[in-house]
């Protein structure tokens, strides 16, 4: 038996509860984890609430990142007592997930856990972490530099914004976050954002083009942010789009793609190659400043998750949400 949320859903609702479970209730998959350590993102309050269709079959774990140490495993690449971690692939949405203390997985969706992180550390970078890193990787591919000018990260106080203000600002980027939460300005300021504006200004229906600023744009939020943010990007700009937080429309024209050379790179973190997982996670390692992480993130026990998903929802907590599973 071991503790975990279970999400179901039935002739009496929808619900999600912390239960035992026994271990034969696990899914398919050629590794089992003890796991040490998740988060709550997101996509996990969306589950644990019910307030967004995200699971795809009942019952179900969420929990879409964890890390932990390996306790059998079939696969070729793993064996027991193995650290290592997950980011995505569809876990806690249509297989079971870290917001417990153990789980089955693929092998193929781990990669191991780089030795300069603790667990705790990794899941207080989590999926959040990760996406910012694959956003600035896409950035890089287009050659954007910061010679170029300013980078624009929206929806900054969330955990994808949070981290791409640190890394960029270490990256040596002149970076301006968009957020809602005035309350915040001192926080953004010690991550690295030079200057901040009111995500006012880019949430409502704008120009098909405005004015040129924005070198490159880490973008969160998604419709009218992320066309105000396209339209005001310079030309050859690049506009990494990696969230939905506003909405999941995109109510622009194609005046800055066709007129300006903008690029809008998507940002796809649940299913990249292990070789670009393993890249992202390195690049991490070194990029990072670890000692940012505390300011960052939080840490809550398993028992504490499902009150903490609305408050996440409704913008109450900052940055990330990690989950200690044995507490």
């Known amino acids: 038996m071991f503790q975990g949320i279970l ?8 619900r999600a509860t912390l239960q ?14 003890r796991v040490t350590y ?14 967004s269709p995200v699971v795809r079959k009942f019952p179900m774990v969420p929990g879409i990142d964890l890390a932990g140490t390996v306790e059998s495993s079939e696969h070729p690449d793993y064996k027991v007592g193995d650290q290592v971690l997950l980011n995505g692939w ?9 917001l417990a203390q153990k789980a089955r997985l693929k092998g193929d969706w781990l990669i191991p856990l780089p030795r300069e992180f603790t667990a705790a550390q990794a899941m207080a970078i ?10 600035i990787l896409a950035l890089e591919h287009n050659g954007v530099t910061p010679e170029q000018g300013e980078v624009l990260v929206t929806g900054a106080n969330g955990g994808v914004g949070s981290f791409a203000i640190a890394l960029l600002s270490r990256l040596g980027y002149r970076v301006v976050a968009s957020t809602g939460r ?28 405005g004015k040129e600023r924005w070198a490159a744009v880490i973008d969160s939020v998604g419709s009218h942010t992320l066309a105000n943010a396209c339209a005001s990007t310079q030309s050859n700009g690049t506009v990494a789009a990696c ?43 070194k990029d ?40």
Do not use: C
Not at 126 to 135: D, E, N, Q
Not at 252 to 267: D, H, Y
């Open 7 to 14: 999400i179901d859903k039935d002739d009496s609702g929808y």
């Open 20 to 33: 035992e479970i026994e271990e034969d209730q696990l899914p398919e998959g050629d590794v089992t984890v």
């Open 38 to 51: 998740s988060t709550l993102n997101f996509k996990d309050g969306l589950a644990i609430t019910g307030s």
């Open 90 to 98: 569809g876990v806690g949405e249509g297989h079971w997930g870290g």
């Open 126 to 135: 989590g999926t959040a972490g990760y996406t910012a890193m694959l956003s």
């Open 182 to 209: 005035t309350a915040e300005h001192d926080y953004l300021k010690q991550l690295g954002a030079s200057e901040i504006i009111d995500r006012a200004t880019l949430s409502e229906p704008g120009k098909p083009l």
């Open 243 to 285: 969230g939905l937080a506003q909405g999941m429309d995109f109510p622009a024209s194609v005046a800055p793609f066709i007129l300006r050379g903008v690029t809008l790179a998507g940002i796809n973190s649940v299913t990249q190659p292990k070789a670009k997982r393993i890249l992202a996670w390195n690049r991490l390692a």
């Open 288 to 327: 990072l400043d670890f000692a940012l992480l505390p300011l960052i993130s939080h840490e809550i026990g398993l028992s504490e998750a499902i009150d903490a998903a609305p408050r996440l929802l409704a913008g109450q907590l900052r940055g990330r949400v990690v989950v200690d599973v044995n507490r």
